[in-house]
C-alpha cells in the first residue's frame, strides 16, 4: 500500500487488525487459572502457576499484589505477567535499566521504581556491559523504602518475584519483615553457598521452603500454611499461632553458618584455581 522512506525509516500504512507488535507476547489467560495450565505460563519453569495453584487463594473485595524485583523486560521469561495482564493484580515492579523500565511503562500496569536495591540506602552506583563500560547509574533503595513509597508498608505482598543476578542477599537483608508481609518469595539463587545464606535469612523469619523450580526456590510464609489448611504436617497444624517463626534444632544457626562459610571457602578455592589455570581475567 502507500507508504514513503525518509533516509532513516519507511512507513507503510497497514491495516491496524493485522499488525502485531513484536514486544508482546500472546498469553492464555483462561488456560492459565486452571489446574493443567502450568505450560501456558510464560515464566521458565512455572513459578507463577506454581504460587497461584498450589497457595493463592483469593479474598472477597481485594486486590492481589505481586512486587517483582529485577523485573527486566515485561513479558519475556516474567513471573508476574501473568498476574499483571490476566488476573488484575496490583504490581510495583522494580527495575534500574533505564533501556529496560520505559517498556514495563508500555506494558505493564505496574508501578514502576527506576532503582537497584540495596540492603542500606540511598547510594549510586553504576552499572557496566559485558565488555565493562559505564552504561548508566541508578540510585539504590532498600526494599522497605521502595515498598513503603509504593504504599505497602504494612499491606499483603501475595508474590514477590527476587531476579537480581547475585544480588539477593543484599534484596532480603532490606525487608524489614515487621513492616512488609510477603506470603510467597519467588527467588532466582545463583550457585554455591548463595542457596543456603537466603535459608539463613528466611527460614528464621518464619518460611518454608516448598520447591525449586530450575535455579529459582519458592518460600511460603508458615502463617499462611497454617491459616489456609495448606499444610497437613501436624507440627505446624499444632503450633500457636503466636509462634509464627519455624521450630528449628538447637544450635541450627551456628550449624548452618559453617556450612555456608565451607562453601563459601570452596568457592573461593576454585576461583584460584581458575584464576591460576589462566581461566579468569585479573580484577
Not at 505481586?66 to 510495583?92: E, Q
Not at 518469595?185 to 518460611?207: C, K, M, N
Amino acid at each position: 500500500m502507500r507508504g514513503y522512506c525518509s533516509p532513516r525509516i519507511c512507513v507503510s500504512r497497514v491495516l491496524k487488525n493485522i499488525l502485531q507488535d513484536p514486544n508482546v507476547l500472546s498469553l492464555d489467560c483462561d488456560r492459565f487459572g486452571t489446574s493443567s495450565g502450568s505450560n501456558d505460563s510464560i515464566s521458565e519453569f512455572g513459578q507463577d502457576w506454581f504460587a497461584l495453584e498450589n497457595f493463592i487463594r483469593p479474598e472477597d473485595g481485594r486486590q492481589p499484589v505481586y512486587v517483582d524485583i529485577g523485573a527486566s523486560l515485561p513479558f519475556d521469561y516474567s513471573n508476574t505477567v501473568m498476574f499483571d495482564r490476566c488476573l488484575g493484580w496490583r504490581g510495583v515492579c522494580v527495575e534500574p535499566n533505564p533501556h529496560l523500565n520505559f517498556m514495563l511503562a508500555a506494558y505493564r500496569s505496574c508501578q514502576i521504581f527506576p532503582n537497584c536495591v540495596e540492603e542500606e540506602g540511598p547510594s549510586e552506583r553504576p552499572f557496566a556491559d559485558r565488555d565493562g563500560n559505564l552504561e548508566f547509574y541508578a540510585e539504590c533503595l532498600s526494599l522497605t523504602e521502595i515498598l513503603r513509597r509504593a504504599g505497602l508498608e504494612g499491606e499483603r505482598v501475595d508474590v514477590m518475584s527476587i531476579d537480581v543476578e547475585h544480588q539477593e542477599l543484599a534484596v532480603l537483608k532490606g525487608i524489614d519483615f515487621d513492616l512488609i508481609d510477603v506470603r510467597v518469595f519467588i527467588i532466582e539463587v545463583s550457585r554455591g553457598a548463595r542457596w543456603l545464606e537466603v535459608d539463613t535469612i528466611l527460614l528464621p523469619q518464619g518460611y518454608a521452603k516448598v520447591a525449586v523450580l530450575g535455579r529459582d526456590v519458592v518460600y511460603v510464609k508458615l502463617e499462611e500454611l497454617r491459616s489456609k489448611q495448606l499444610a497437613d504436617w501436624q507440627l505446624l497444624l499444632q503450633s500457636p499461632p503466636s509462634q509464627p517463626q519455624a521450630i528449628l534444632p538447637e544450635g541450627w544457626l551456628e550449624m548452618h553458618q559453617r556450612v555456608v562459610d565451607d562453601e563459601l571457602e570452596e568457592e573461593m578455592r576454585r576461583e584460584r584455581k581458575a584464576y591460576y589455570d589462566g581461566l579468569r581475567r585479573p580484577r
